[in-house]
């Protein structure tokens, strides 16, 4: 039986991640998930790629914004920007979106722990940002600052069979997905293209082509090689490319997901969409 094994958001884009037991659908993906962002000078997103010390904030979704916390740096609490915050555009992969600034204090914080020119941005909900348009179907479908779709799913088997090729076994932090399936077989879901998940259904739009953030210890912010080199050698989409590891979803519907909550199949694609040997 497919099932729910753990649920997980990131308020702030590429800054540790929250596990949860239940979370909420919403069109841009699970409730409060991505909607807050550093940028640099001119406007453009920061990621753990270039700034690994991303990893090691903190953070709390708290009523009235964030809470923030990172080694040798006092806790800070940044309120959601309202209505009248200051406007600015910034850019996600090519995308550009209309932001709120956080408060002067949540810039210099984050500039502390980065020891870089960096601004703390906010996505209102006014702002949209459509999915890409090869996979979007109508215009409903749109996304947070996460790197492309709404939501990440992973299964704990395709981990296990990835752990039993790495000399040493590394944690499913390192993929940040959203949602982890347990039950399934291996690399299943690569055939996987409708699911549904308690009362909410889902399309499987594409696999992810993972990049360097997956190197990165999340504990730590140390960089190595692995799973980028093991994975390489047996999930590179001939397509395009790209090292494959878990599949971007799309919400049809919205709605509440639980962890332990059932997950099924709705329709499947007749082959696997890469080789998995």
Known sequence: MLTVASLHYYPLKSAAGVAAE??????RGLAGDRRWMLVDA???FLS?????RLALIGVEATSGGLRLSAPERPPLSVPTPGAAAERLPVEVWGDTVEAALAPAAAHAWCAGHLDADVRLVYMPPESRRTVDADYAVHGDDVVSFADGYPLLLTTTASLADLNT???????MDRFRPNVVV???DAWA???WRRLRIGEVTFRAVKPC???AVTTIDQQTATRGTEP????AHFRRDPSTGKVNFGWNLIPETLGPLRVGEAVEVLEKAPTPAQNRK
């Open 22 to 27: 239940t979370a909420r659908v919403e069109r």
């Open 42 to 44: 001119d406007g453009t």
């Open 48 to 52: 753990q790629r270039t700034y690994p």
């Open 165 to 171: 090729r790495l000399d040493t076994p590394l944690p």
């Open 182 to 184: 347990s039950g399934a």
């Open 189 to 191: 879901e690569d055939t």
């Open 209 to 211: 082509g993972r990049c």
């Open 228 to 231: 980028l080199t093991t994975l």
